[in-house]
Nanobody, 127 residues
């Protein structure tokens, strides 16, 4: 079965950087779209970024464009989220997710698009 395991979260000061990793296993992920979503305290889960495993097309929420970069390593079956210029409002639990679907039409921005989820990793950005 599909397993997604996140790592790399932690505490960082505003302006700092973190890199999240999502190790994926259980099947071949070509044809999948891999996403990062986050949930801040008291808020709904929101889309952060996504990448098409085959082809590498990327998608970003407006709030993170220019600061975050999503990428994947096919050999390691791992998806990364490089987060730079972090802000306190980026504080959240970050989840890795996978969907056997393409993001055409922006579908991958929706929580319900994804079939599989990791357990989440906490990112805390202090002032």
């Amino acid at each position: 079965h599909v397993q997604l395991v996140e790592s790399g979260g932690g505490l960082v000061q505003a302006g700092g950087s973190l890199r999240l990793s999502c190790a994926a296993s259980g099947r071949t992920f070509s044809g999948y779209t891999m996403g990062w979503l986050r949930r801040a305290p008291g808020k709904e889960r929101e889309f952060v970024a996504a990448i098409k495993w085959s082809g590498g097309n990327t998608y970003y929420a407006d709030s993170v464009k220019g600061r975050f970069t999503i990428s994947r390593d096919n050999a390691k079956n791992t998806v990364y989220l490089q987060m730079n210029s972090l802000k306190p409002e980026d504080t959240a639990v970050y989840y890795c997710a996978a969907a056997f679907n393409s993001c055409s039409g922006g579908g991958c921005y929706a929580y319900g698009f994804y079939d599989y989820w990791g357990q989440g990793t906490q990112v805390t950005v202090s002032f």
